[in-house]
């Protein structure tokens, strides 16, 4: 498994329109992105830094969605709400609890 990690770095008055961006964006995820198994949106609100964490089936998913016109549109949609352009970065999955992974991809088969 492998997770792919979007940090943006909101202007002070606009993480609430890119959190709203953001859940609109991921509805339309399991429909638009091979091997998606969950995402969870990680925000500090006192610094406007947020993480969004998508987990993939491989490292082959998660590159292909990196590459593909719809991140491409989503990261251009954040970008003006955004002081600096956001970031994409990939890890592995070592461990964890991955029934919480699996409980967030069920919520995903059910929207």
């Known amino acids: 498994?492998?997770?792919?990690?979007?940090?943006?770095?909101?202007?002070?008055?606009?993480?609430?329109?890119?959190?709203?961006?953001?859940?609109?964006?991921?509805?339309?995820?399991?429909?638009?992105?091979?091997?998606?198994?969950?995402?969870?949106?990680?925000?500090?609100?006192?610094t406007g830094k947020c993480l969004s964490i998508g987990f993939w089936e491989n490292a082959a998913d998660s590159n292909a969605f990196g590459a593909s016109n719809f991140c491409r549109e989503f990261m251009n949609r954040m970008q003006p709400l955004c002081v600096a352009p956001p970031t994409r970065e990939q890890f592995d999955v070592s461990g964890g609890d991955?029934?919480?992974?699996?409980?967030?991809?069920?919520?995903?088969?059910?929207?």
Do not use: C, H, Y
């Open 98 to 111: 991955l029934s919480a992974i699996q409980a967030i991809q069920g919520r995903m088969a059910a929207a």
């Open 1 to 46: 498994m492998t997770a792919g990690i979007l940090t943006f770095q909101f202007k002070a008055d606009q993480m609430k329109q890119g959190m709203e961006i953001w859940n609109a964006t991921m509805k339309l995820l399991p429909q638009n992105a091979k091997g998606i198994k969950g995402t969870v949106l990680l925000t500090q609100a006192q």
